[in-house]
């Protein structure tokens, strides 16, 4: 089973919808938890991190289950700039680099 | 405020010959990623720094790869011989202090990357 996974998509959905996607992790040991975007051709940048309680920001919340070990992004009124790869990231904490899953690739239509 | 700062953007060359990466991280980061992304293995860390000392090159591919860190402002990754099946995008990251306890928040800022192509 791979460290981290993903649904890569496309996920196509209308402007102004809400789209959510999950993200699996294998390592009970997982401390913390990142969503990170990175658009096309560009280098990934941090979107949010995951709280143990869920925590939003604006139109995107983030919820991690650690039962089920997965961590979640909910986006609301999508807007086209919203198009990209997002990507979970995953760390054991402490010194250590992060794992990042292969991205879920979502597409807002006009 | 500088970002990470890779070198160079692009690269071209022959199989055999011999690559550097560089890059510059965030002045004050204690810590540097290096990464290498294809579209088949997503995001892969090779290895990382922590106070200029390598702390993890397990997934550094083979001995054809090696990366250094003189000083706390530049690293580079080499590869000699290079080989097609390189190519990829590596991308550079730092940040400071992981250990921030369980719920680390400190991202990691990532250099444009490097696209390397090995004809």
Known sequence: RKEVEQDPGPFNVPEGATVAFNCTYSNSASQSFFWYRQDCRKEPKLLMSVYSSGNEDGRFTAQLNRASQYISLLIRDSKLSDSATYLCVVTRGGADGL????GTHLIIQP | ??????SPRHEVTEMGQEVTLRCK??????????????MMRGLELLIYFNNNVPIDDSGMPEDRFSAKMPNASFSTLKIQPSEPRDSAVYF?????????????N???HFGDGTRLSIL
């Open chain 2, 25 to 38: 991280p965030i002045s004050g980061h204690d810590y540097l990623f290096w990464y290498r992304q294809t």
């Open chain 1, 99 to 102: 794992t990042f899953g292969k």
């Open chain 2, 106 to 108: 400190q991202p990691q």
């Open chain 2, 1 to 6: 405020d500088a970002g990470v700062i890779q």
């Open chain 2, 92 to 104: 550079c990251a730092s940040s400071s202090d992981l250990r921030t306890g369980p719920y680390s």
